[in-house]
């Protein structure tokens, strides 16, 4: 069955289009959701794109996290369906308090738009599942506030857990242990900083994010089939 | 900005002086009203009347540009060009410069030059999706210019990040002509349906005009007439006092703007819409109701304000940014109120559409208000001034055209001037994000931008229904070219562009111009802008390529010094098939290099005058300019952009594999420009990572001469290609065109070789290119 993905749009998201094209032509459907509905509708999974939530005014995410659509978002998560926030999702999701640690400004103080090398670390989320750990993508990065921080403790949660689910290559903005993305301890919230939609048609320079939205969609079919 | 209020104190003839305006001026204005105007119609005739407003020591010259072709479907004059893509798809263009903002303040003038540029596209009914940036700053030595360069550079990453439109590609070019004035132009391209094409008329008496976006302040006042139409003076407490003159931008309110209007477009819900950019109220009521042969009435009380006490001359000349003007029908209103009101955008009604042709400001729409101005609303518009200044050929002509740089004793090492003159931009496109929309097949960095047709809410036709598959976009601009001929230099930028854009596979449909120049007052000037503009006619006629639009940017001065005449184009491409990515301007080990260029003896090796080695090496800018042979070049082009065909060689043979081109051999290609044949080189190693040796050049001079039509390509060795020999593939093509090809030599390895001239290290290379900008712009590279 075509697992059905919720694409979450706030004023100020700009990547809400491109997912919804990666999704599509990787079999999925895919639906935008507007900030201010209380809920998701029929959804087999839920995606936070990229962008400027909000204008990113305040802080990234810090005006996001309270609108209407982010109680179902918890809802959804809480149920163990994928919750997935790229880039300015992943902010969110730690605005939100639905992924520990924070995302500061990148360590070169600028804004970085490139493509990376990054490494799966885990193959313990919604996100990486069947992907074998040290798999190599290449996949575009694009963001000032990419610098994933949090205390010793959670790091070591997060190590122990396997919930470190990719790691950067060559580290380009200071994130701690390189960190690239992460899940929640049930593997089906993920926040990662790179963008998977633009990495879908050889064209454009690589593929390798069909991997990732292709686990993803399989895991949210699973659930629909299960 | 007291010195330029209407309250301000004084006799009238201070006044119309203070706001900009001459006494020749301000008596043809009484002229055309029949008596004396007030202080605010005063105000707005001087907004609209500025020199960048009106174009009026321009104007006269700007209709020698050919500006007609098949594709062309709107031509200069409208907010921007629109050129016919097929398909029923279109595509929109239009150059704009903020150079006088930016030198004030940076990031607000960069961010508020992409600000109104974005709205110039979507008021055409057109979906921006890529944005250039040529930026040209004063020396990186200098402490003032590094400050502009990263401020400029921070306020285009910053706003066009936000706002959500891809920033694809530009130029960046340091010298001390640009030290008190850097130029920063913008290039915008949307994409829209044909049949959404709309223009900023205001039609149909009683139809109301809304005011959309950002609430009106004092930002921004004055800023075409007393900042962009003036130079700089050597006066630091005056200049600092223009920062007000500076709009500041705000991009979530663009895009939730671009969004409400967009939506408003597709509904067919507005009869005409224009942007508030230069000048803002008043062009905007001024223009539409020109445009549409009506007159407006316009309430300054409906204005939103963003703060009390906003005299009526400001609300009417203020240039607060984000803000858009919809013609709607009385019955759509409720419609457009609640676009507005889901994207968060402001909406009011703040004028409304009269038989008249007159533009009369009022106090309120309660009966009884006051007039508070009343004009003809094309006289704002139409009866600006044109002048035809005085032009005087510059008499240091002579003495720069007989300093020959070709007597300029030889270098000891050209490997050492060679990696001076490495110069890798990265550090200032990978602050941009130039991937969204997933269109960008050649990122900035390569010869020109390569982006598929396509947008958001913008369907992709069939590939079957004869629209572009792809666009393609260069920006090119030479001040040391057209500083020793203006005519010369500028139709050596537009081959330069159109060459460009070809190396990804395209083939030139339109181009748009920025003319930047010094203070038209100086005859040298105007002579320099007319001769400029000749030359551009003659190129773009000869190359069949229309111009869809320009803007003019003067006063291009500081401390009594004009910047050498800076004439910008945006050339745009298109593609009828992209099924592969085009060869990428990089060396492929293995392969080997040759050269094709004009025929004519010497034809392949370069001139020295004007080039960048002779400046940047010696500080030498003198000589005689290598003509273009425009025949020949629109030939090379046609060859270069066949050869770097992003077509599968057969379409049929199933899907895209992201290879380079096989429809022809060449996998890697590369226009030969500035810095020569050795530049050239230098840069494709480094895009490939990958040595040379090569033994071609023999001089300094033919290593780092510049001239046109040349271009570097990459051929798999006979055994690659299936045993047929590509070289003499492609030399019998070269031939059919008229054109000559030479065998350089061959990639590979990790030195580049130029026999008896450079043996670099590849490494080394790569590290001068990478550590220029970084070291005097960055924090000392970024990652941790």
Not at chain 2, 319 to 336: F, G, H, K, N
Not at chain 2, 495 to 503: F, G, K, Q, T, Y
Not at chain 2, 514 to 539: K, R, T
Request: glycine share 12%; charged share 15%; net charge negative.
């Amino acid at each position: 069955m075509t697992a059905r993905v919720g694409v979450v749009l706030f004023p100020g998201t700009n990547c809400e289009h491109d997912v919804i094209a990666a999704v599509e032509a990787l079999g999925g459907s895919a639906s935008l959701v507007w900030h201010g509905e209380t809920s998701l509708g029929d959804v087999d999974a839920v995606i936070l794109p990229g962008g400027f939530a909000h204008g990113d005014y305040l802080r990234p995410g810090a005006i996001a996290r309270f609108s209407p659509v982010m109680a179902a978002v918890s809802q959804l998560a809480s149920a163990g369906a994928p919750v997935v926030g790229i880039c300015n999702g992943f902010q969110v999701l730690t605005e939100a308090q639905l992924l520990p640690g924070a995302l500061q400004k990148n360590a070169g103080l600028s804004f970085l738009c490139d493509t990376v090398a990054i490494e799966v670390a885990s193959s313990a989320s919604v996100l990486t599942a069947g992907l074998p750990v040290g798999t190599t993508l290449r996949v575009p990065i694009n963001h000032f506030e990419g610098n994933y921080t949090c205390d010793a403790a959670t790091l070591e949660e997060l190590r122990a857990g396997g919930r470190i689910i990719l790691r950067y290559a060559d580290n380009p903005n200071g994130s701690v242990y390189d960190i690239a993305g992460i899940a929640n301890a049930a593997g089906n919230v993920v926040g990662l900083m790179p963008h998977p939609e633009r990495a879908c048609d050889p064209l454009l320079g690589s593929d390798d994010g069909r991997l990732l939205l292709g686990a993803l969609l399989a895991s949210a079919g699973a659930r629909v089939g299960s | 900005m007291t010195d330029s209020s209407p309250a301000s104190p004084g006799a009238d003839v201070s006044l119309h002086r203070a706001l900009g305006l001459t006494d020749d001026e301000a008596a043809a204005i009484t002229s055309l009203l029949g008596r004396e105007p007030n202080h605010l119609e005063l105000a707005m005739y001087a907004v609209m009347w500025s020199e960048h407003c009106s174009y009026k020591s321009s104007r006269v010259h700007l209709g020698r540009l050919p500006s007609e072709g098949d594709r062309v479907l709107v031509g200069p004059g409208e907010n921007a060009g629109v050129v016919d893509a097929g398909g029923g798809l279109a595509v929109a263009l239009r150059i704009e410069s903020h150079n006088h903002p930016s030198a004030i303040e940076p990031y607000q003038g960069a961010a508020t030059g992409v600000g109104g540029i974005l709205r110039d596209i979507f008021t055409m009914g057109a979906r921006p999706i890529a944005i250039m940036d040529p930026l040209r700053f004063g020396p990186l030595d200098d402490a003032r210019s590094r400050w502009i360069a990263s401020g400029v550079v921070a306020g285009i990453s910053g706003y066009g990040n936000s706002v959500g439109v891809p920033t694809v590609g530009g130029e960046l070019v340091f010298d001390t002509c640009y030290a008190g004035n850097p130029l920063v132009n913008v290039l915008c391209c949307g994409v829209l349906p044909a049949d959404r094409l709309v223009l900023g008329a205001a039609t149909g008496i009683g139809n109301l005009a809304v005011l959309l976006g950002s609430s009106t302040g004092r930002d921004g006042i004055g800023g075409v007439s007393v900042l962009a139409s003036a130079g700089f003076t050597d006066d630091a407490a005056a200049e600092e006092a223009k920062r007000p003159n500076v709009q500041v931008g705000d991009p979530f309110e663009e895009k939730r703007l671009i969004e409400a209007c967009l939506e408003l477009l597709d509904a067919k819900l507005v009869v005409g819409i224009q942007d508030l950019g230069g000048a803002g109220l008043t062009c905007a009521t001024s223009e539409t109701a020109s445009r549409g042969g009506v007159g407006m009435d316009v309430s300054v009380a409906a204005v939103p304000q963003r703060e009390a006490g906003m005299e009526a001359w400001e609300v009417l000349t203020s240039e607060s940014q984000e803000r858009m003007l919809a013609i709607v029908t009385p019955a759509a209103l409720d419609a457009v109120l609640s676009v507005c009101e889901r994207w968060e955008v402001q909406a009011a009604v703040v004028g409304k559409v009269t038989g008249s042709g007159r533009l009369r400001i009022l106090t309120s729409f309660a009966p009884g208000a006051e007039v508070l101005a009343d004009v003809p609303a094309a006289t704002l518009h139409e009866d600006a001034p044109k002048y035809h200044r005085p032009m005087a050929r510059p008499a240091w002509l002579d003495d720069l055209a007989s300093a020959d740089p070709a007597r300029l004793p030889a270098p000891d090492d050209c490997g050492s001037d060679l990696l001076s003159l490495l110069v890798d931009p990265a550090w200032v496109y990978r602050q941009y994000d130039h991937q969204l929309f997933l269109n960008t097949v050649v990122a900035p960095g390569g010869d020109a931008a390569l982006l598929r047709l396509a947008a958001p809410g913008v369907r992709p036709p069939p590939p079957a229904a004869g629209a572009a598959a792809a666009i393609a976009l260069s920006t090119d601009g030479n001040a040391r070219w057209c500083a020793l001929d203006p005519r010369a230099g500028t139709i050596a930028v537009v081959a330069e562009s159109a060459l460009n854009v070809a190396c990804v596979g395209a083939r030139p449909v339109a181009l748009v111009n920025c003319l930047n120049f010094g203070n038209p007052e100086h005859p040298e000037v105007m002579w320099q802008l007319s001769e400029a503009i000749d030359g551009m006619a003659e190129a773009c006629t000869a190359l069949g390529i229309p111009v869809v639009g320009g803007n003019v940017s003067l006063y291009n001065e500081s401390r009594g010094r004009d910047i050498d005449p800076t004439p910008v184009v945006g050339t745009l491409g298109l593609v009828d098939r992209l099924e592969r990515r085009p060869p990428p301007p990089a060396l492929i080990p293995g392969t080997r290099i040759a050269l094709i260029g004009p025929p004519a003896p010497g034809g392949l090796d370069g001139s020295l005058a004007g080039s960048l080695w002779a400046d940047k090496v010696r500080g030498h800018r003198g000589g005689v300019l290598p003509p273009v042979d425009l025949q020949l070049h629109a030939r090379l082009l046609g060859l270069v952009a066949s050869i770097a065909s992003p077509a599968g060689e057969d379409p049929t043979s199933g899907p895209a594999t992201g290879e380079p081109a096989a429809g022809s051999s060449v996998v890697g290609i590369h226009d030969v420009s500035e810095g020569g044949i050795g530049l050239a080189l230098a840069e494709m190693a480094i895009a490939g990572r990958t040595g040379c040796r090569v033994s071609g050049p023999l001089t300094h001079v033919a290593l780092f001469g510049e001239g046109p039509s040349r271009v570097l390509v990459c051929l798999p060795p006979p055994a690659a290609a299936g045993g047929e020999d590509p070289y003499a593939a492609l030399a019998d093509r070269v031939a059919a065109a008229g054109l000559a090809v030479v065998d350089l030599g061959t990639a590979g390895g990790d030195r580049i070789v130029v026999e008896g001239l450079v043996d670099i290290g590849v490494d080394q290379a790569v590290e001068a290119a990478h550590a220029v900008l970084g070291d005097a712009l960055g924090l000392g590279g970024g990652a941790a």
